[in-house]
């Protein structure tokens, strides 16, 4: 069946580094693919989306390319800051489902 | 406008105890998701509605899970003969029900925890 395989974390950097979170997929098709962020004390909120090869999702610096070829999704980030430490969720849709990966928890330190 | 929210925020029950988690959806949101969240793991579906109807319940783990949506938008997930492997963050999600495309918004979720 369709998984979504994110490396695991925690994830610590100084602010200003570059962030990389790897995200790698199986699924039949070219489904969908997300990644979702969870801040300290709030909901899952939708950081970005693909919905095809070659598409670039980006939003508040984060950005993810849909890579057929190595079925990734990577999602960086040119210069972290400390309020982007959260829980990040790579994920893919399924029909009306979404599959999500384990989470990767990133700290930002100052 | 205000999102999904989720009743209550934390529950607290013994094994074997019968609970009910209740999902407002955002208005005007005809679809509505249900997910579970152990601990250190990602969100995974049980179910879905597309109104009243359960659209896909391929999710729930066995029958002691039950989820209803009567009259189309608050939704009440419902849990028999609870057991310690309960214990998770039941997450509820609404969508506008465009067909395979539109985004889910989600509640912060209820803690659910079984002594």
């Known amino acids: 069946g369709d998984s979504v395989t994110q490396m695991e974390g925690p994830v610590t950097l100084s602010e200003e580094a570059f962030l990389t979170i790897n995200c790698t997929y199986t699924?039949?098709?070219?489904?969908?693919l997300f990644w979702y962020v969870q801040y300290p004390g709030e909901g899952l909120q939708l950081l970005l989306k693909?919905?095809?090869?070659?598409d670039k999702g980006s939003n508040k610096g984060f950005e993810a390319t849909y890579r057929k070829e190595t079925t990734s999704f990577h999602l960086e980030k040119g210069s972290v800051q400390v309020s982007d430490s959260a829980v990040y969720f790579c994920?893919?849709?399924?029909?009306?489902?979404?599959?999500f990966g384990k989470g990767t928890r990133l700290h930002i330190l100052p | 406008g205000a999102g999904v929210s989720q009743t209550p925020s934390n529950k607290v029950t013994e094994k074997g105890k019968y609970v009910e988690l209740r999902c407002d959806p955002i208005?005007?949101?005809?679809?509505l998701y249900w997910y579970r969240q152990s601990l250190g793991q990602g969100p995974e579906f049980l179910i879905y509605?597309?109104?009243?109807?359960?659209?896909?319940d391929s999710g729930l783990p066995n029958d002691r899970f039950f989820a209803v949506r009567p009259e189309g938008s608050v939704s009440t997930l419902k849990i028999q003969r609870t057991e310690r492997g309960d214990s998770a963050v039941y997450l509820c999600?609404?969508?506008?029900?465009?067909?395979?495309?539109?985004?889910?918004?989600f509640g912060p979720g209820t803690r659910l925890t079984v002594l």
């Open positions: 693909a919905t095809k090869a070659d």
């Open positions: 999600a609404s969508s506008l029900g465009l067909a395979g495309a539109d985004e889910q918004f």
């Open positions: 509605f597309q109104g009243t109807g359960a659209a896909d």
């Open positions: 208005s005007g949101h005809t679809a």
């Open positions: 699924a039949t098709g070219y489904p969908s």
């Open positions: 994920a893919l849709r399924r029909d009306d489902k979404i599959i």
